[in-house]
């Protein structure tokens, strides 16, 4: 098989996946009236049940109504070997290897932590604001650690929307391509603090026992009170053992963050597993002005916590760590460097914590998972929130909305059997309208984005049109 065909209907399955760890002292200070403790509240959300609100707070579920189906008895083998020498966008998953959530749910994920992005607009200094931005760059693919559901793919004209008054943001979404997949966002702080928005379309390369979703599209944050505008891209995430084994995930590449009106940038490197899982989750990069000096270092795991220290210091602590680390280095094994074979790729073992050097600075540290995780899809708190649908919410959506997609809403509601038979029947019916555009030589159009280019980079983006929230949905198209 070519690895560099594109899997555009299985791509959303392996975009997105990692979250779990602590509120950070700054999250608690931002978030401090949000329940988020599970123990406290283990109801189970039902469909168009309202949340219960609290110093005029609302409070959002802790659960999903049903827990996660097995995967044990299903192999995603039987399905790949089928890709052999064919296009692997005519592929379609079982939904058993799916998650009750649309991608453009998972997009959403992005603002989990957007405290950081209120924290960075209220700070005076550029490299202030760009420790804050490169956390919360960090934090936007934090959610997918252990994460090895496939989100369903968006139906073309799919939307999400959500609002948050307690964090302090509304977000769209909308699927604007299906081949490619492209899905366009858009966010703004409710206190016009800032514009959150990019277009995401991953390429997916098939490498026999992985799956690797290189990312495409440029993720753009303005800061308007400093008439400030950051671009970059997302790292590279691997899912090993589609095949056979236990499925493990990591992110690794460069992320560039670019301040275009100071030519701050703050370098990001991902790394990659390595020998023994040494490396396995950590990120190593740094601040530099527009001189290229190097202002601030920065260091953490995506999968717990993000810190940073002055370089001088830096580079004392590793000059001393180097000393002795020639008396414990361990010799390598001939037989690392065997073939490849059918043999699971090794799931590393469990790492130390971030080693936090004398005088570091904590920029983030990854939000604890509810307790319950691991039979809802290992879902954080703020995950389990996106597809709630609450009293009258279905007067006020567009029937569009992903919350109103009847196979993922079975899902959850762990009706596998109407799930699957909805989703044939929504992928159909997707079908049967591009055939009937064909035959009238009509092309789709979007209603919330518009193809352009990036403001900023100059790179092809989808542009928010504005006006979603005026609720004018009477031209919205019966996708579902």
Known sequence: MNGEEEFFDAVTGFDSDNSSGEFSEAHQKVTGMIDLDTGKNNRIGKIGERPSQENGIQKHRTSLPAPMFSRSDFSVWTILKKCVGLELSKITMPIAFNEPLSFLQRITEYMEHVYLIHRASCQPQPLERMQSVAAFAVSAVASQWERTGKPFNPLLGETYE????????????????????????????????????????????????????????????????HNEAYTWTNPTCCVHNVIIGKLWIEQYGTVEILNHRTGHKCVLHFKPCGLFGKELHK??????????????????????????????SYESFKKQERRGDHLRKA????????????????????????QVIPGSKLLWRINTRPPNSAQMYNFTSFTVSLNELETGMEKTLPPTDCRLRPDIRGMENGNMDLASQEKERLEEKQREARRERAREEAEWQTRWFYPGSNPYTGTPDWLYAGDYFERNFSDCPDIY
């Not at 604007?176 to 899905?183: F, L």
Request: contains cysteine.
């Open 162 to 225: 959500l609002i948050r008054e307690d964090l302090g943001f509304r977000f769209i979404s909308e699927q604007v391509s299906h081949h490619p997949p492209i899905s366009a966002f858009h966010s703004e702080g409710l206190n016009h603090d800032f514009l959150f928005h990019g277009s995401i379309y991953p390429k997916l390369k098939f490498w026999g026992k992985s799956v690797e979703a290189e990312p495409r599209g440029t993720i753009t944050l303005e800061l308007l009170k």
């Open 283 to 312: 990120v190593e990069g740094h601040i530099q002005d527009k001189n290229k000096k190097k202002l601030f270092v920065i260091y953490g795991k995506w999968t717990e916590c993000l810190w940073g220290i002055d370089p001088v």
């Open 331 to 354: 010799k390598l094994d001939d037989s690392s460097g065997k073939a490849d074979s059918d043999v699971a790729d090794d799931v590393p073992g469990t790492q130390e914590t971030v």
